[in-house]
């Protein structure tokens, strides 16, 4: 991430901020319940000429397209040990490997070997890939397979951290993907049928429901504020964060219910704002004391009066809470997709 | 060894409301926490202070200040000037540069805050020149490249200087500097030798 | 991602080569190597400060290698070898802006040799995304608000890296998950702490790393430290934990672990509080060296050089 963060807040202003975050029950800037979400709108099968596609653009202009290419790879040979037979077949069942999924994030006035998008790309790569199905199910044959080029422009510079908007736009696209089905046999060269009709989703579907059997997993940015747990938070949350967390989930096959595929901390900006001043050693108010009085006079405040950067981490207790409220019957994991489902191409 | 009270970053050295907050330690849920690693020295209140009884727990730090502080005494070397302000580079900290900085720190003297006296007649040519080793305390972290720095004291200025024909100089009054071997006389803002 | 080309060096073209494929004999039999720690046991770690005399600080850390006879041409199992140095605090360049924090940046690089595959001498992204989860972990510990204008620069040059699995399934689709990575960035946190805590910049608390995982094999039982050719990962954890603060600055987990997760976080803080007996120790053997140093130059007035550290070794 930047070194320099781009907050136009005064710390009076983060103070108040974080203030009313830290409320039982918390105070929100634009009045939303703590696990509410910002309106957005949503289409999908929007690109004709790619496998898949999503838009998806928040109410504050945020905008972004994902766009699926699936291309035919030739499986290479990892190195490692050759057992059994001579000629180098292996027996069992074909395993797909990391590597046939590429996510790459295009950020407009970020170069793309910046943290911003490296970290974005891996961290919803690690989401999708943690279950091993869809890999497996980019396997054609012994010698060639699906790669999956997953290419997720922004059309905007981000207002705020942008990884909910990614991972959303991502599992729709994901969703409406499909693959053109072989003709060919397993391992010869492949050939496929051109009839739209006939490919497979990616995710397959149940016949007469049209509904996803399984779904690529989600990721939500989660934030604290002292013990307050907060929902997609917007840039002037994140500005006075304790400390942010992006959790993914995904549906359990087992019981339907949601599972916790992956879990990051983020580095909250809010680390990097400048500290507001305490009156008493206030310069210009006639105050003239030495470095050493003013180190203790902030130190005795710890941002009670005036702003403070937070330091430390979260606890172990808040962060079981965080996945708690993502993963559980009822939370708010499951009224993503819920709300998810209702998009339509 | 002569340090049989480490304490190490993070460790916590007792309640708030006993002691006093010293430099190299935090405050952390009203305990006295350690920052960084080194002997803990424990000073008794000054009878001066009425304002607090307890004793102030401090860590020296085994590395020496690292940073220029507001009231700090430096050392450093003119690199250039104009008739507004020198400027300067910080090359170490202390009155007689106890710790010598790494990476020299940019820092610049204005024009009113050569000498304390009559301070608009100042003219930063008669006060410094290029290469010249001064002795000045921070006054303000200044802007985003330089440290502002004040000589407005007696024992601060100019405590090394060459001559335009390259002979060590030695001080001959508060505002000039003599060359031994030519006699020639330079004006300077010159430091009270310590 | 592809990786960037070389723009300072003639690069061959990409693709070129492959690792070599081996063909077992019928006599050699191998197998995969087998834990012989118990499930809370955590590897030996070497952790020394002060190696580098030019940084502000500087910390080497170490994994010992099993010491079981090698058979074959490549090891059987991996070790990690980590350097850090510490650059700072020290003025920020002249074109940057105000700041009233210390900017912390990290950099953390494989060297060409750590891996059995060799690493471009570029950063590649999974290089890159270890730099940030470093950052994560090191800006929550660092006291910020103390070094205004200043920078701090921590750079990782990882010698030796853990691989992600036994290097003879990588035929089978077996590298995956790159779970060598996150006990990498586990022994980084832990390296980095020591290199800031010698280079004297203000910290809330040690920050220690700490690696669990959920394994396949003997009901899915969690493991302390797992070395990856070992163990058949399911889900793994790392976190940065300060433990005087019973705080975490950095957590990465990934994997299906289903409904332990919470018990994965506990034990791979279990690790971190493993890993910082060692740290705590040398931190301040370090620091007691350097008072004996500072002692002995102000009666001879000689220079003070960095205090070489004696040797610590955990066991348990």
């Known amino acids: 991430m930047a070194p320099y963060t781009n907050i136009p807040l005064s710390p009076a202003e983060l103070s108040y901020l974080h203030t009313s975050l830290a409320q039982d029950p918390p105070i929100r800037p634009d009045g939303r319940s703590p696990t509410q979400f910002r309106p957005l709108v949503a289409e999908t099968d929007i690109l004709p000429s790619a496998n898949g596609s999503a838009r998806i653009c928040f109410a504050d202009g945020t905008e972004a397209v994902v766009g699926v290419k699936a291309e035919v790879e030739r499986t290479g040979r990892k190195g490692g040990l050759v057992r059994g037979k001579e000629d180098g077949e292996v027996e069992g ?154 959790i993914s989930a995904t549906e359990d096959s087992k019981d339907g219910g949601l599972k916790m595929v992956a ?26 004391l030495s470095a050493e009085e003013t180190l203790k006079l902030r130190e005795k405040d710890a941002g009670a009066t005036v702003w403070r950067p937070p330091r430390g981490g979260v606890s172990r207790t808040v962060l079981g809470r965080m996945i708690k409220k993502v993963v559980e019957k009822g939370g708010v994991g499951e009224e993503v997709l819920e709300g998810l489902r209702g998009v339509k191409s | 060894m002569s340090g049989p009270n480490i304490a190490l970053p993070g460790q916590i050295l007792g309640a708030s409301s006993s002691n006093e907050l010293g430099s190299g330690t935090h405050l952390h849920n009203d305990q006295l926490c350690a920052s960084i690693s080194g002997p803990i020295l424990t000073s008794k209140p000054s009878n001066s202070s009425k304002t607090s009884k307890a004793p102030k727990l401090s860590i020296s730090r085994t590395t020496g200040n690292l ?37 020299p720190f940019p820092a610049i003297i204005r024009q009113q805050d050569i000498r304390a006296t009559e301070i608009d007649k100042v003219k930063v040519a008669e006060s410094f020149r290029v290469g010249d080793v001064v002795r000045a305390v921070v006054i ?55 | 991602m592809a990786m960037l080309a070389d723009r300072r060096r003639m690069n061959a073209p990409p693709g070129g080569t492959s690792p070599p494929v081996f ?45 079981t006879p090698r058979q074959t041409l490549v090891p059987s199992s991996s070790s990690l070898k980590i350097t850090c140095t510490v650059h700072g605090p020290r003025p920020l360049p002249r074109n940057a802006a105000f700041s009233s924090n210390l900017l912390l940046t990290t950099h953390v690089k494989f060297a060409p040799f750590a891996t059995r595959q060799r690493r471009g001498y570029v950063r590649d992204s999974s290089e890159r995304d270890l730099g940030v989860h470093l950052e994560t972990a090191l800006r929550g ?126 034990n791979a803080v279990k690790a971190a509080v493993l890993t910082r007996t060692v740290l705590a120790e040398a931190v301040k053997e370090a620091t007691e060296m350097k008072i004996g140093k500072t002692s002995e130059a102000a009666v001879e007035t000689t220079n003070t050089g960095k205090g070489k550290t004696k040797d610590i070794q955990m066991t348990g």
Request: charged share 25%.
């Open chain 1, 93 to 246: 069942e074909e395993r797909g490997e990391d590597g046939w999924l590429d996510v790459s994030i295009e950020i407009p006035g970020t170069r793309d070997d910046d943290a911003l998008p490296v970290f974005l790309a891996a961290m919803l790569t690690e989401a999708l890939l943690a279950d091993g199905e869809l890999k497996g199910r980019l396997v054609i044959g012994r010698v060639w397979h699906w790669r999956l080029f997953v290419d997720i422009l922004l059309l905007s510079q981000p207002l705020s951290y942008p990884l909910p908007l990614l991972s959303l736009t991502t599992h729709l696209a994901l969703l409406s993907t499909r693959l053109p089905a072989l003709i060919s046999q397993k391992d010869e060269d492949p050939l496929f049928n051109d009839d739209w009709e006939a490919s497979t989703h990616l995710f397959p579907r149940q016949p007469t429901t049209n509904e996803p059997e399984t779904k690529p997993p989600i990721t939500l940015l989660v934030m604290t504020v002292g013990t307050n747990i907060l929902f997609d938070p917007s840039s002037d949350e994140i500005a006075v964060a304790d400390a942010i967390v992006a």
């Open chain 1, 263 to 288: 879990l990051r901390t983020v580095d909250p900006p809010s680390r990097l704002t400048s500290a507001g001043v305490p009156t008493q050693a206030n310069t210009t108010a006639g105050g003239g």
């Open chain 2, 67 to 103: 940073l220029p502080e507001v009231g700090t005494t430096i050392l450093g070397k003119i690199t250039r000037t104009n008739p507004r302000q020198a400027n300067i580079s910080i090359l170490a900290l202390g009155p007689t540069g106890e710790h010598v900085c790494r990476d």
């Open chain 2, 140 to 194: 303000s972290l200044g802007d985003e490249r330089s440290y502002y720095l004040s000589t407005a004291k007696n024992e601060l200025g100019v405590v090394m200087a060459v001559s335009e024909w390259g002979n060590q100089m030695v001080p001959v009054s508060w505002r000039e500097f003599m060359d031994e071997s030519t006699g020639a006389r330079e004006a300077r803002k010159v430091a009270k030798p310590v």
């Open chain 3, 23 to 67: 063909a077992s004999l019928p006599e050699a039999k191998l197998t995969k190597p087998i834990r012989t720690r118990n499930p809370d046991e955590h590897r030996k770690i070497f952790l020394r400060t002060g190696v580098v005399p030019s940084a502000s600080g500087s910390a080497y850390y170490e994994i010992s290698p099993s010491n």
């Open chain 3, 141 to 266: 510990v660092v006291i910020g608000d103390r070094w205004p204008k200043s920078g701090c620069e921590v750079v990782i040059t990882v010698l030796e890296g853990e691989e992600d699995g036994w290097w003879a399934d990588a035929e089978e689709g077996g590298k995956a998950g790159s779970w060598g990575m996150m006990n990498v960035l586990a022994g980084c946190i832990t390296v980095a702490s020591a290199a800031i805590a010698d280079a004297g910049v203000d910290c809330v608390d040690l920050v220690s790393g700490g690696v669990a995982a959920l394994t396949a094999e003997r009901n899915g039982e969690g493991v302390l430290d797992p070395c990856p050719s070992e163990h058949d990962i399911k889900a793994a954890c790392v976190v940065g934990y300060l433990q005087s603060r019973d705080e975490v600055t950095e957590m990465w987990m990934k994997g299906d672990a289903g409904s332990g997760s919470e018990a994965l976080i506990d």
